[in-house]
Nanobody
Framework: QVQLVESGGGLVQPGGSLRLSCAAS????????MGWRRQAPGKQREVVAV???????TYSDSVKGRFTISRDNASNTVYLQMNNLKPDDTAVYYC?????????????WGQGTQVTVSS
């Protein structure tokens, strides 16, 4: 069974940085894309960033220039480097994997990791 396991969340001060990791296992074929969504209190779930197996990346406007998504196909792992963090970045971050496209819902979800940005 496919499993996505996130790590790297925590408490950080505004302006700080965190790197999230998501390790996938159990997938027989390489995912078309992997990425991150986040859910903040009182807000809708938001697509943060997506990276295809070919290295094409997409970011939400709210994080562009501050966050960087990367993917290591060999290790089946996707990362999210988060710099210049703001309180509005506080959310549960979920790793996602897509079999063939990114327009619909992800095929797989991780359990989520909490990111809290506060002074």
């Amino acid at each position: 069974q496919v499993q996505l396991v996130e790590s790297g969340g925590g408490l950080v001060q505004p302006g700080g940085s965190l790197r999230l990791s998501c390790a996938a296992s159990g997938n027989s074929f390489r995912f078309y894309a992997m990425g991150w969504r986040r859910q903040a209190p009182g807000k809708q779930r938001e697509v943060v960033a997506v990276c295809t197996s070919g290295g094409t990346t997409t970011y939400s406007d709210s994080v562009k220039g501050r966050f960087t998504i990367s993917r290591d196909n060999a290790s089946n792992t996707v990362y999210l480097q988060m710099n210049n963090l703001k309180p509005d970045d506080t959310a549960v971050y979920y790793c996602n994997a897509y079999v063939s496209g990114i327009r619909g819902s992800p095929n797989y979800w991780g359990q989520g990791t909490q990111v809290t940005v506060s002074s």
